[in-house]
């Protein structure tokens, strides 16, 4: 048995949660529902005009390693962060879940500080993100223990993390050694931004690497430059074991050997919708390594997604299995 289910890479930040009107994210310069990388000065500013924020430790595949972690999976995370307070606050609460985070702080003193993503929820739900990289921006090859990698069955790849100098690097050494050990490569591809940045680093990994594909509706088509949801989800497919792609209210996708399974979604009272895609991820992975059939996995994430965007923060609130139990993909004996 490997000693982790699943080792997550990409990006160590602490999320900055306050609630706004469309009115202030239009005089702000905020474009709605999508992450912008935003300079140190930027994040000082914006943060100066918020009302009211909540800080949750964050980054989109430490949310999903995160909701491993707190199912009882056995994970580990890689993400660069400084050794100051909001460094301290991310290793800590990672450790806290269970997980194992050892990638070496960036030392006291040096220019940078630790990322943080102030995120804007409007009334509807919608989120927008507005990231200072910081020191997760400088993930590098040395950050990468080959052994941890060899010791995982899945890696998790966070497409966000391709905005580095030397984070391609980085990942094709994880995925070397993961790939070395007998492992199998997972990438969300993050956001359709994103995506455009980096279509072609993206479509050379997937094509090459990549065992199971998550994305949602805009960001699939994105990468396959495609209006068509179902040409862009069947493109992808082609290339790559499984699919999973989510569709906001509608649910969920997964492809894999020829089949097609449409998940609903799990009606609830929107009140933040970050981290939805990061907690699907993690209970599909969860689901699939231990064992789950791909449908089941589908719908663990679907749920899993529903809690966290009934509540602030991207990280589970409530216990993941006991909706597993409720919802009746999960035996009460687990």
């Not at 999508?34 to 989109?60: K, N, W």
Request: with cysteine.
């Amino acid at each position: 048995m490997k000693k982790y289910q699943v080792v997550g890479v990409g990006n160590a930040m602490v999320d900055v949660i306050s609630h706004a009107a469309e009115a202030f994210l239009a005089g702000a310069g905020v474009q709605k529902g999508i992450m912008q990388l935003i300079d140190m000065p930027r994040a000082v500013d914006l943060y100066s005009r918020i009302g009211p924020a909540e800080e949750i430790s964050g980054g989109s595949a430490a949310n999903t390693i995160a909701g491993i972690a707190h199912l009882g999976g056995r994970t580990a995370y890689v993400g660069k962060v400084k050794d100051d307070q909001l460094g301290a606050i991310f290793a800590h609460d990672l450790r806290a879940l269970g997980a194992v985070y050892e990638t070496p702080l960036a030392p006291k003193g040096e220019g940078q500080e630790t990322g943080r993503c102030i995120i804007l929820v409007t009334p509807d739900g919608e989120r927008s993100m507005n990231t200072y990289l910081g020191w997760s921006e400088h993930l590098s090859p040395a950050d990468i223990d080959v052994g941890q990698m060899g010791q995982a069955e899945w890696i998790y790849l966070e497409g966000y993390r391709f905005d580095g100098p030397d984070s391609h690097e980085a990942f094709a050494k994880a995925i070397k050694a993961c790939k070395s050990g007998g492992g199998r490569v997972s990438l969300t591809l993050s956001d359709p931004f994103c995506v455009e940045r980096h279509r072609d680093a993206f479509r050379k990994i997937i094509r090459d690497d990549v065992d199971l594909l998550f994305a949602n509706r805009a960001e699939i088509m994105s990468m396959y430059q495609t209006d068509d949801f179902h040409a862009a989800m069947a493109a992808a497919a082609a290339e790559v074991a499984i699919v999973a792609c989510t569709e906001s209210e509608k649910g969920a996708h997964v492809l894999a050997e020829g089949q097609h399974w449409h998940v609903p979604a799990i009606p609830t009272d929107i009140v933040d919708a970050t981290g939805a895609g990061d907690l699907f991820a993690g209970a599909f992975l969860w689901g699939l390594t231990n064992g789950h059939d791909l449908q089941t996995c589908g719908r663990m994430g679907c749920i899993a997604a529903s809690e966290v965007i009934s509540h602030l923060g991207a990280r589970p609130q409530a216990d993941l299995r006991a909706l597993f139990v409720k919802h009746g993909v999960l035996s009460a004996r687990g």
